[in-house]
């Protein structure tokens, strides 16, 4: 599998970003998808996932700002980012399980600034 992330950037906050992820090299609607991050000094996060069937969870911080969805024709993956914090600042991946493992993209950096 190939994950491609992009749409990262510098904002203020309050302001959004939306991020993409192309996918390629699977059955790309067979399978979950995810979004994480990792903020400089912390650990890798879950953010956001999405199945296969569409249905989507949250990490507490980011319900209500955050919108994971998902286009299965385009194999890609998106992560829409509202009302964004300082906080927020996190190298965001997008990821996905394939052959029992999972699986990294490159990253995108994003920074909020106060």
């Known amino acids: 599998v190939q994950l491609q992330a992009s749409g990262g950037g510098l904002v203020q906050a309050g302001g959004f970003l939306k991020l993409s992820c192309g996918v390629s090299?699977?059955?790309?609607?067979?399978?979950?998808m995810a979004w994480y991050r990792q903020a400089p000094g912390k650990e890798r996060e879950l953010v956001a996932s999405i199945t296969s069937g569409g249905e989507t969870t949250y990490e507490n911080s980011v319900k209500g700002r955050f919108t994971i969805f998902r286009d299965n024709y385009a194999d890609a993956v998106y992560l829409q980012m509202n009302s964004l914090k300082p906080e927020d600042t996190a190298v965001y991946y997008c990821?996905?399980?394939?052959?029992?493992?999972?699986?990294w993209g490159q990253g995108t950096l994003v920074t909020v600034s106060s």
């Open positions: 990821s996905t399980v394939e052959r029992g493992l999972r699986r």
């Open positions: 090299r699977i059955m790309f609607g067979a399978y979950d």
